[in-house]
């Protein structure tokens, strides 16, 4: 997030696309509809009437996949207009000339078309948008998502520095993250492309600097492998050795068929976790972790603050801090570690090695965390980044951004999108609520489809239906929902029975490789 | 400005309550159905004092304090207008402290110790209220309620929940949940918010019913490991066992708020089915190792592979829910001893 939590309290505006907060953030979705509830116009984007709607002053129902569309669409209201902010783009951003080339071909008819939002609505919600000053964007996994998710973030960019929206106070573009320390995953590295802090790896002064920090030479300035790639390198055998460390893969990445063929053909595979499931089962050695409250250490939230986790209790049998384990399989290998606890590996290496962390000291975060940047130990954090538009990087570019279908649409055969999700009471495959008393409140993956369908195809509430894909078919328990729009099924991957993902298309974003996770085709039948 | 609270000059901010300045000043007042998050009721009376110029007992949680103010809070009018509210209280519920979950963290039994009320002086004989046990997470005892408020004004203005609130009248009014279902079965998404600020034990958690006293606990603040939010949690632990949850009150980005897996979601930690040894795969089945087997092994086959295919034919996934100094570790592993960077994690799920 470019802004904070704290900052939804005093935003005017907020537009949520593909975010399912109440469900997904609960906690911060409270402080959302406490600012709905003093004023705050929201305008929610969604293919699904999901619960934030109910608080929505403009409600767009936008057809899966079609955001790139449906924002420019917008961005072309904006501009014909004049509603845009030609002060902040003069000043701040570059490339305008080459956005608004590409916007002018989104006319609002012509994106209604694609995104099934009346021209009408996207004229007044652009207007409404322009109204406001800043307007806080919030998106999810419902932009990212799709094998064009780079170039919906990229609009979402776009609107906010077309809007003057960045560097403000309760603006900015903000996804909220999905696991805990997701954030923290990404800051610390567990990227192909750059050490911790976002240092490229490519950069020779880079490497000669971690070289020198870590007393090691020869460090690699070839951009490693992405998740799905390394995938793909178990079946041709290009990747031979594979340590997996607290992800159930098997169960939560797309058309899970092909991940445990890819699993199987792992030449030796390391399995790290706190509990056996579906994927320890395809290891050569399982590595048993300490798990959450059982070390301590530092998660990094969705806003970038750092915060500390802390121990009341020592790990089962003979399970150890994960941190423990690199470090003896490093010794393993001749390399001595200095660093001997989680405080240690934080104020001695992590923090001295990226400026970003700089000030970031376990004395220092002891109450509530501090918000990187923060680069000296008197810095007080970042609340939100870019302030008075200056961008790290100088000036905004826009990008110009076309709109691309999801890889699978639906067709004859297979007539319904799949879109996938979360649920309130689950949390990814279970391995965690599934053990703490959630399955009671839900108790088995349901097909959520809608009224319009299920009275067409004879389907009751609460009857089990199939879902068929390409690539599998899952018997599920339908759940008639007016939240999901005629022609969708909506499903998570909370379950390993009916997991959406025997069904989901492994296709990615040619950059990110984030899989489409939110569109695929399907049939739903008796 | 400066008022003067029980012959003591006082520096306070406009806007701020007598009630406010009282307490932060270490000068105790009763009350119930006041709390930071919901802010003033003026409900529950039990907050009276004494202001100079102004007839009758004020509520201190709903009066603004002003320039040159002069309170009393421990008249002999005061305390008795007090203990006649806590008393009434006392009689006309079923305050039996001995196996309740609030007790030592019970408002009604530091008000009642403060005014030094030893048992309530009458005992209403028909209070009968119903206990709702429908909920998996929350437990209601309508018999400990006191009305005050604080869940119906949580639920409906600090978390929008819109789930919980008054229904009947007079001696019959009671919390019901939607139109008056079970709370199991009501819109309720068991946040557990109105748990955590009932004074009383009318709405407890269910998870650590009988399991602890208050004060056997630790508080151990840390960190949800569920969503990207970071709440901020208060563990309350016996030994090494996790009793209870709560938000921690003003702290970043929560302000005390939780949703249900924050809150009650925290056990699986505690599961039978934990790792607790590592493991090696020999024909097709798993056996228990050492450490050193299993470290032993790795280094011999990631050695092998590494020797014979080059640095890039090993790659390694970490972990989005384990900490920051873990994945600084393992991808500090791959670059500085196995020299490649195939390292990611699952940044896009």
């Known amino acids: 997030m470019t802004n904070s939590f704290s900052e939804f309290k005093n935003a005017k505006c907020f537009f949520c696309i593909g975010t399912n907060m109440t469900e997904a953030h609960p906690v911060a979705a409270t402080f959302l509809k406490n600012a709905v509830r003093n004023g705050a116009t929201l305008i929610v984007a969604d293919p699904r009437k999901q619960p934030l709607t109910k608080y929505a002053k403009l409600f767009a129902q936008i057809k899966v996949g079609t955001d790139v569309a449906f924002l420019n669409g917008i961005m072309y209201v904006l501009i014909i207009e004049d509603l845009y902010d030609k002060e902040f783009v003069e000043n701040n951003c570059v490339d305008f000339d080459k956005l608004k080339e590409s916007v002018m071909k989104y006319p609002p008819e012509k994106a209604a078309g694609i995104c099934k939002v009346s021209a009408e609505k996207i004229t007044e919600i652009a207007r409404t948008l322009a109204s406001f000053k800043p307007v806080m964007l919030c998106y999810t996994l419902g932009i990212t998502e799709h094998t064009c998710g780079k170039n919906n973030v990229m609009s979402t960019a776009n609107l906010q520095m077309l809007l003057g929206n960045m560097g403000k106070e309760s603006g900015g573009v903000n996804p909220l993250r999905g696991q805990n320390n997701v954030q923290g995953a990404c800051d610390m590295a567990a990227l192909p492309n750059v050490y911790h802090g976002y240092q490229k790896v490519t950069d020779p002064a880079m490497k000669e600097k971690f070289e020198k920090a870590w007393g090691v030479t020869g460090l690699s300035d070839k951009v490693g492998l992405m998740m799905p790639d390394m995938m793909e390198g178990l079946v041709s055998k290009k990747v031979r050795g594979f340590w997996i460390f607290g992800e159930n893969l098997a169960n939560s990445e797309p058309d899970i068929s092909h991940v445990e063929h890819c699993l199987a053909s792992a030449e030796f595979m390391v399995v790290q976790d706190i509990f056996p499931n579906e994927t320890t089962k395809f290891a050569d050695v399982i590595l048993p972790s300490a798990a959450w409250s059982e070390d301590n250490g530092t998660f990094t939230n969705s806003e970038r603050r750092i915060n500390r986790v802390r121990k009341i209790k020592t790990p089962p049998g003979i399970a150890k801090p994960n941190w423990w384990i690199f470090k003896e399989t490093a010794k393993h290998f001749g390399h001595e570690w200095p660093s001997n606890s989680g405080q240690e590996i934080w104020d001695n290496e992590i923090s001295v090695l990226a400026p970003a962390y700089g000030g970031v000291k376990y004395h220092r975060i002891e109450n509530d965390g501090l918000q990187w940047p923060c680069p000296t130990i008197e810095h007080p954090g970042t609340k939100y980044l870019y302030k008075d538009g200056k961008f790290s990087h100088g000036k905004g570019i826009f990008k110009s951004v076309e709109w691309t279908p999801p890889a699978e649409v639906e067709d004859k055969d297979f007539p319904f999108v799949l879109s996938t999700g979360r649920r309130l009471y689950q949390y990814h495959t279970r391995t965690q609520t599934g053990r703490a008393g959630m399955d009671a409140l839900y108790k088995e993956e349901t097909a959520d489809i809608s009224i319009a369908d299920a009275d067409r195809l004879g389907i009751k509430h609460g009857e089990k239906v199939y879902v068929e894909s390409r690539r599998g078919k899952v018997n599920v328990t339908a759940r008639v929902t007016e939240e999901v729009p005629a022609g969708m099924v909506w499903m998570t991957f909370h379950y390993r029975e009916g997991n959406a993902n025997w069904l989901t298309n492994a296709v990615f974003d040619p950059e990110t490789k984030t899989a489409e996770y939110k569109a695929c085709a399907v049939n739903v039948y008796k | ?349």
């Open chain 2, 1 to 349: 400005m400066k008022v003067t609270i029980n012959g003591r000059l006082i520096e306070a901010k406009e806007g701020q309550t007598i009630l406010q300045v009282a307490l932060a000043n270490g000068m105790y007042i009763p009350h119930l159905c006041y709390h930071d998050k919901v802010g003033a009721a003026g409900k529950c009376r039990a907050c009276v004092v004494e202001v100079e110029g102004m007839r009758g007992l004020q509520t201190s949680c709903s009066v603004q304090l002003r320039d040159g103010m002069v309170i009393n809070t421990d008249s002999e009018t005061v305390k008795n207008a007090q203990k006649l509210v806590i008393d009434l209280m006392l009689s006309s519920g079923k305050h039996d402290c001995l196996s309740c979950e609030q007790n030592g963290n019970c408002e009604l039994q530091d008000a009642a110790y403060f005014l030094g009320i030893e048992r309530a002086s009458v005992q209403y004989g028909d209070i009968n209220r119903e206990t709702d046990e429908s909920s998996e997470f929350v437990y209601v005892e309508r018999d400990k309620c006191i009305s005050c408020g604080r869940c119906v004004e949580a639920c409906n203005n600090v978390v929008v929940n819109e789930v919980i609130n008054f229904g009947n009248r007079g001696h019959h009014t009671e919390i019901v949940f939607d139109t008056d279902l079970p709370m199991g079965q009501s819109t309720c998404v068991q946040c557990g918010e109105c748990s955590q600020l009932c004074p009383v034990g009318a709405i407890v958690d269910k998870k650590n019913k009988g399991v602890a006293r208050y004060w056997e606990t630790q508080k151990v603040r840390t960190t949800c490991p569920y969503c990207g939010v970071g709440c901020q949690l208060e563990l309350h632990v016996k030994g090494e066992q996790i009793v209870k949850v709560t938000g921690v009150e003003d702290a970043e980005p929560n302000k005390g708020r939780l949703c249900v897996k924050g809150r009650y979601g925290y056990d699986f930690i505690y599961s039978k089915d934990r790792l607790t040894t590592p493991l090696i795969k020999e024909n097709g089945q798993f056996r228990e190792a050492s450490w050193e087997e299993a470290l032993g092994l790795i280094r011999e086959k990631f050695g092998k592979i590494i020797e014979e295919s080059g640095p890039d034919a090993v790659a390694g996934v970490s972990c989005a829910r384990s900490i920051n100094e873990d994945s600084y570790s393992m991808q500090k592993l791959f670059r500085s001893v196995f020299k490649t960077n195939n390292i990611d994690h699952c940044a896009r799920t």
